[in-house]
């Protein structure tokens, strides 16, 4: 309910370079601290036709002193395709700074397949609605292993949202997705707790 509000009054900009910068000083942090981590934000659609978004970006990156290869910013299909033309041209600019750019909610919306092959991007993300019953509808497992198959194909790498159990954890494990994300491996969680998630489970080099 928040974003469609924030796009309508107008302060989604505001709020999405907020959120640029907190998640920039943040994978910064950690950086120092020694993980190797990427950070991901989502781009409004809004933004998609402001031709001051990639310069912005650039340098939000320089003053965080953040690689800009570890920042990824996510786009959805219908964004993309509400002004193809220009969204291409705004995307092809931030992919010049170096930044990756991932298709969220992959499968979800109407675009052209071929349109999506010529765009700057590094990675899908395949709709949690498509992973979350995989383990059950042998439908939705197709599309899971139509849609690696087709990343793959274009040189891609993909991501599967929405993970809630061993089963789907499994079955994407043998059907090669790269990289996934869900509760299965761990609730959203504030920053301090993160830092207490990364203790556990990684040997972080000295700061």
Known sequence: MFIPLAEQSGHIQSFTWWALKTALYQL???????????MAVNLSAEL???????????????TSQVAAEQLTVEITENSIMADPFRANLI???????????????FGTGYSSLAYLANLPV???????????????????????????DLGHNLGLSVVAEG????????????????????????????????????????NPKAA
């Not at 036709?49 to 990156?61: F, Q």
């Not at 509760?183 to 489970?201: G, I, W």
Request: aromatic fraction near 8%; charged fraction near 30%; hydrophobic fraction near 35%.
């Open 91 to 105: 995307l092809q600019n931030i992919h010049t700074l170096g930044v990756r750019l991932s298709v969220d909610d």
């Open 48 to 62: 998609l036709v402001d031709d001051s978004v990639p310069g912005i970006l650039g340098e939000e990156l320089t």
């Open 28 to 38: 910064g942090r950690w950086q120092r601290a020694g993980y190797e981590l990427g």
């Open 122 to 148: 590094d990675e899908v993300k395949v709709d949690r609605s498509f992973v979350g019953t995989m383990h059950t509808n042998e439908k939705n497992r197709t599309i899971v292993r139509s849609t690696i």
């Open 163 to 202: 993970i809630e159990n061993r089963e789907a954890w499994d079955l994407l494990g043998n059907l090669g997705c790269d990289l996934a994300q869900g509760y299965f491996l761990a609730r959203p969680l504030p920053a301090e707790d993160v830092d207490e998630f990364l203790t556990k489970r990684f």
